[in-house]
């Protein structure tokens, strides 16, 4: 990250994916307070639980099932638009975001 850059920005709070190196997160820490979420491990592809995380750092628990029930109509309203571009199709994601390394994500994930 742009620590300076950063920094001007006067934040109150960081929000910091556990994937920084702790180095990063405690020049981050010199900045702000900082709130670590869930990115990687073995809850990484639970939404939910980022979006709960996200929301206690914040003080707007009390949004969460408000913006839980917006994303699962996104999510239903793309399935209906691609409903028939999909069917009978294998559909797959691969993020990269890592030099050399990149994940893929199936049905099955």
Do not use: H, M
């Not at 920084?20 to 702000?32: C, G, I, K, R």
């Not at 399935?79 to 975001?97: C, H, Q, R, S, W």
């Amino acid at each position: 990250p742009k620590l300076e850059e950063i920094a001007a920005l006067e934040p109150d709070l960081i929000l910091v994916p556990n994937v920084l190196e702790e180095e990063v997160t405690d020049q981050l820490a010199a900045v702000a307070p900082v709130y670590t979420f869930t990115l990687r491990g073995g809850d990484r592809a639970n939404w939910g639980q980022r979006t709960e995380e996200v929301a206690d750092a914040t003080n707007t628990s009390d949004r969460v099932d408000e913006l839980e029930a917006e994303f699962e109509e996104r999510q239903q309203s793309i399935a209906e638009e691609y409903a028939d571009v999909i069917e009978g199709k294998t559909v797959a994601v691969l993020g990269a975001y890592e030099e050399n390394n990149f994940y893929a994500w199936g049905e099955s994930n």
